[in-house]
Every structure is written in structure tokens, then in C-alpha cells.
């Protein structure tokens, strides 16, 4: 695959960025696609390596390693390689329903498991697959693939987030009437509001909902089902129900002081910022202009938090987390192919670097409480230093450091720690079992223990990666399938 001895004679070429200065000054991508050349050089670094990780999807040390849709990595690196782009699209698509989403805001498990990556920076998987399918769209390649016959079942869909939307594309290429329903005003679940502009451009959604809906996917809006719509009224009119209503409700945080004005949650916050957005509304009242910020949570969505309230004008940010800061390189107990755990700045800790001269993040620290400014509003919040330790047992537990404690000002603070699991009203409204705050469904099946409701994504798995939601949103089609027709022609994730 690639060149034979590309990975020896080509160095590893960044993905392109917008200056950090000029980007939060708009809610623009801060990404710009490698021209055609560069992908070219890119794709000729792909090894022959016998066995490629890079798609083995699996999980290792509590993390992803590898592709879980087991994208054919080494086969469209080695036709972009050789220019033949329109074959690359064909093979992506074979196995990513989307990969413009993926493309963008995938963690990239797949480069961390890439055998390049053993001694050497690892191939640019993850740009070459959003070059292959922003090209695919550019020369009118994708158009609206209608199935040519139709069967007589039916299918609702609740949520229209990865897993739903990946659902709904291979049940309506197998012949099946498939709508979608989504509470929300716009359907895209976390694409379209759970992540920012500038990271996944709402348009980029929006276009391939567009496409769905040409297909034969039909889209219900502004309906929440248990409320608008009963469960047994869904029940009643379709032939199989999946729920796919993900990972909604937010992990809080229980301390003194949580119920001051302008302590938020992140989802609560990133809604409202896109939705300021496509309406043009920049008038909205949770805001951080001219407000000193402070994120909690050290994840991704904290770091979309960080950017947003950049481009919102604060005054400054910071970002807490309660883990020790990763290890430069990889550290002994975190071997290839295992996910890298190490240290790196994200698009978000550039931009604040270059506006504060520094590295925003905090490390080892925990908020022990919110300070008000005598009006219930907040003016600061109290924090103290932590220690990860070993305990007599051997596991890792969390101490507090003497005289660490820290005061910070603080009018804005958005809590983004993760989430417990879906929203119980629309469980307890279809009567589905849980198991702890899961919906109980086994992989593979996807079965509800209500006859005909099957269950996928983050509400049956947990808070995970959108490649696992597009993984189990495949999965779930072909169990659907084969409940509706018997057999299923739907190629399943690891038969591809």
C-alpha cells in the first residue's frame, strides 16, 4: 500500500490550520483541507505492513485503538496515492456513512494503532479521509442514491444524532419507509449542537441531512417523543422502533454553591452558542463577553467550551481538570497500539495561548465550591490542589494537597464532565430495561426486552466516540433488518 519506501522518505505534513489570532475572531473552520499534492505525499507514507491496526477497532487499556467501522485505511491511502480519488470515495463509503463528520472531529484511534507510529509520526489518516470526501461532494460525485424497490415496513428512529442518522441511511437502502424523529429544531443531534461551528461546520450537517432526506429518510422536528408523541402511539404506527436518543444527561456537579447564577452545563452552553449562530442572535444571555471563564472537565467538549468563549469575547479562560498533566511521549504502560495517552495542545489551547500568552490548562485541581457576589450571582469559585496516589491496595486514588487552596474569579463556569446516561422519561415511557444507566441491549442483537424496540449508540453503550455511534448504528440496521424481513442483505461492521 502507498509507496513501499514512502514512510522512510516522506516526513509526516501537519493538517493546515487558520492562524489562532485571525479564527476566533469568526466561527469559521478552523481547518483547511491539504491540496491534492500533499494528500498524494501523505497517502504514499502508508506501509505495506502485512497486518494494519490502524482498523482493527478495538478496545485496549479503556480506550479505542483502531477504526471501529474497520474503514479500509490502507486501501484508499493507496489509491489517493495514485490519484485515483473517485476509488478512494468508493472504498471510504463502503464502510463510513459519513466521513465528513468523522473526517473532522474523530479523535483519529486509527492514527494512534497506525504501525508508521510504532518509531515515526503515523500516516494522516484522518485528513486523507476528509480530503477523499470533500472532494467526493466538490466533483459532484455524491448525489442521492434511491433504493429502487421498497418493502412495507416501517421504522422510527428516536434522535437523529451518529447512531440514528447511520441507522436510518442503511435501513432506507434497504427498502424500508424510515423516519426519524428529533426534539430539537434542527436534526443532527450532537453534530448540530453538541459541537461547535468552527470544529464541524453546521452546514457540512445540514448538507447531508439534505441527502438523506432525497434518499427517502423522513425527518420529524421540534417532537419529543413520551411528550408530543406517545411511546405507544410510535409503537402502534411503525413495525420497529430504535432508540437512539444518546448520552443526554450531564454529569453535575453537587457542590456548594451550584445553584448561583451563570454555572452551566456545556451542552446547555454549546446549544445556545450554535443556535445564536444560525439564527443570528449574538444578543443571547449566557454569553462570556467580558467575563472571566473557567471550564471544568479536561475532555474535548471542555476544550469546544474554551473556544467558543474565545470567540464570544471573554475576558479570560481557564480550563481545570482533575488528572495530572499526560506524559510528552508515550509512557511505558502505554504501548502501541494503545491509544497515545500524552500531552498535545487542541485547536481551542492554541487559540487561548495566543490570546493569554499561555497554556490556559490546570492541572490536578477540583472545585470545592462556588463563591456568590451577594446577589445569588457568581463572583469566583474556590479550588484546591490534588495528588494521584496508589493505595494500600494498589489503586489510583485522589488526595488533596495542604495549603493548595486557590481562589478564582469567575462570572461564567461551565461544567463539562460527562455525562450518567439517557434521560429516563422516554425509557421509562417505552418501559425498557436498564442496566446501571444504560438501556440493556446486547451488542450484536441490539434487542430491547419490548418486542420490535431496539436500542443503539451512546444510550445503549455509554458517552463514547461518534465513529463507535456510526459503528452501532450499522449494527443495529442489520438486526432491524433481519427482524423485519428474516435475513438481512446489510453488510454488518466486521463482515465488510
Known amino acids: 500500500m502507498?509507496?513501499?519506501?514512502?514512510?522512510?522518505?516522506?516526513?509526516?505534513?501537519?493538517?493546515?490550520?487558520?492562524?489562532?489570532?485571525?479564527?476566533?475572531?469568526?466561527?469559521?473552520?478552523?481547518?483547511?483541507?491539504?491540496?491534492?499534492e500533499m494528500m498524494q505525499r501523505q497517502g504514499a507514507r502508508c506501509m505495506d505492513c502485512a497486518t494494519p491496526f490502524c482498523h482493527i477497532g478495538m478496545e485496549i487499556e479503556g480506550a479505542t485503538s483502531g477504526c471501529p467501522i474497520h474503514n479500509l485505511i490502507p486501501e484508499w491511502n493507496d489509491l489517493v496515492y495514485k490519484g485515483k480519488?473517485?476509488?478512494?470515495?468508493?472504498?471510504?463509503?463502503?464502510?463510513?456513512?459519513?466521513?465528513?463528520?468523522?473526517?473532522?472531529?474523530?479523535?483519529?484511534?486509527?492514527?494512534?494503532s497506525c504501525t508508521v507510529a510504532i518509531a515515526d509520526p503515523a500516516v494522516a489518516i484522518k485528513n486523507i479521509e476528509r480530503a477523499i470526501i470533500d472532494k467526493g461532494f466538490e466533483m459532484g460525485w455524491i448525489t442521492p442514491k434511491i433504493p429502487q424497490t421498497r418493502t412495507k415496513k416501517t421504522v422510527a428512529i428516536i434522535g437523529s444524532g451518529p447512531a440514528g442518522l447511520a441507522a436510518a441511511d442503511q435501513?432506507?437502502?434497504?427498502?424500508?419507509?424510515?423516519?426519524?424523529?428529533?426534539?430539537?429544531?434542527?436534526?443532527?443531534g450532537l453534530l448540530m449542537y453538541g459541537i461547535p461551528n468552527m470544529k464541524l461546520d453546521k452546514d457540512v450537517v445540514t448538507r447531508r441531512i439534505k441527502l438523506l432526506e432525497k434518499e427517502g429518510v423522513t425527518f420529524i422536528l421540534n417532537t419529543e417523543v413520551g411528550s408530543d408523541i406517545s411511546a405507544e402511539e410510535i409503537r402502534a404506527a411503525f413495525d420497529s422502533v430504535i432508540l437512539c436518543t444518546g448520552s443526554q444527561k450531564a454529569r453535575d456537579l453537587p457542590?456548594?454553591?451550584?445553584?448561583?447564577?451563570?454555572?452551566?452545563?456545556?451542552?446547555?452552553?454549546?446549544?445556545?452558542?450554535?443556535?445564536?449562530?444560525?439564527?443570528?442572535?449574538?444578543?443571547?444571555?449566557?454569553?462570556?463577553?467580558?467575563?472571566?471563564?473557567?471550564?471544568?472537565?479536561?475532555?474535548?467538549?471542555?476544550?469546544?467550551?474554551?473556544a467558543t468563549a474565545l470567540r464570544q469575547g471573554a475576558k479570560s479562560v481557564n480550563q481545570f481538570a482533575i488528572n495530572p498533566q499526560l506524559p510528552i511521549k508515550r509512557a511505558d504502560d502505554n504501548?502501541?497500539?494503545?491509544?497515545p495517552k500524552v500531552f498535545s495542545l487542541e485547536y481551542a489551547h492554541k487559540e487561548a495561548k495566543e490570546k493569554y500568552g499561555k497554556d490556559i490548562r490546570e492541572h490536578a485541581i477540583q472545585t470545592k465550591a462556588f463563591i456568590t457576589d451577594g446577589k445569588d450571582?457568581?463572583?469566583?469559585?474556590?479550588?484546591?490542589?490534588?495528588?494521584?496516589?496508589?493505595?494500600?491496595?494498589?489503586?489510583?486514588?485522589?488526595?488533596?494537597?495542604?495549603?493548595?487552596?486557590?481562589?478564582?474569579?469567575?462570572?461564567?463556569?461551565?461544567?463539562?464532565?460527562?455525562?450518567?446516561?439517557?434521560?429516563?422519561?422516554?425509557l421509562e415511557a417505552f418501559g425498557v430495561k436498564q442496566e446501571g444507566k444504560r438501556i440493556a441491549a446486547q451488542y450484536g442483537d441490539f434487542k430491547t426486552n419490548v418486542e420490535g424496540v431496539f436500542a443503539a449508540g451512546d444510550a445503549r453503550r455509554g458517552q463514547s466516540?461518534?465513529?463507535?455511534?456510526?459503528?452501532?448504528?450499522?449494527?443495529?440496521?442489520?438486526?432491524?433488518?433481519?427482524?423485519?424481513?428474516?435475513?438481512?442483505?446489510?453488510?454488518?461492521?466486521?463482515?465488510?
Not at 16 to 34: L, V
Not at 93 to 103: D, R, V
Not at 171 to 188: F, M, P
Not at 335 to 339: D, F, H, K, T
Open 377 to 426: 450571582g457568581l463572583q469566583a469559585l474556590y479550588t484546591v490542589k490534588m495528588a494521584k496516589t496508589r493505595d494500600q491496595n494498589g489503586q489510583f486514588v485522589y488526595q488533596e494537597v495542604p495549603n493548595s487552596e486557590d481562589v478564582w474569579p469567575a462570572q461564567l463556569v461551565i461544567i463539562a464532565i460527562g455525562f450518567e446516561g439517557p434521560e429516563q422519561p422516554l
Open 171 to 188: 435501513l432506507n437502502q434497504a427498502g424500508h419507509h424510515v423516519t426519524v424523529y428529533e426534539r430539537s429544531d434542527r436534526a443532527g
Open 85 to 112: 480519488w473517485k476509488e478512494a470515495l468508493a472504498r471510504l463509503m463502503k464502510t463510513n456513512n459519513f466521513p465528513e463528520f468523522t473526517g473532522r472531529v474523530c479523535p483519529a484511534p486509527c492514527e494512534g
Open 335 to 339: 504501548q502501541w497500539p494503545a491509544y
Open 465 to 496: 466516540l461518534i465513529v463507535w455511534a456510526i459503528n452501532e448504528g450499522r449494527e443495529v440496521a442489520c438486526a432491524v433488518d433481519h427482524y423485519l424481513m428474516g435475513k438481512t442483505t446489510l453488510p454488518t461492521v466486521q463482515a465488510v
Open 2 to 36: 502507498g509507496k513501499a519506501t514512502g514512510f522512510m522518505e516522506i516526513k509526516r505534513e501537519q493538517a493546515i490550520e487558520r492562524d489562532p489570532t485571525d479564527r476566533i475572531k469568526d466561527w469559521k473552520e478552523y481547518s483547511a483541507p491539504f491540496s491534492d
Open 255 to 306: 457542590i456548594p454553591g451550584r445553584e448561583y447564577q451563570g454555572v452551566h452545563l456545556a451542552m446547555d452552553y454549546l446549544t445556545q452558542a450554535t443556535k445564536s449562530l444560525l439564527t443570528n442572535n449574538p444578543n443571547s444571555s449566557l454569553t462570556a463577553k467580558d467575563k472571566d471563564v473557567i471550564v471544568i472537565g479536561g475532555g474535548d467538549t471542555g476544550a469546544d467550551c474554551v
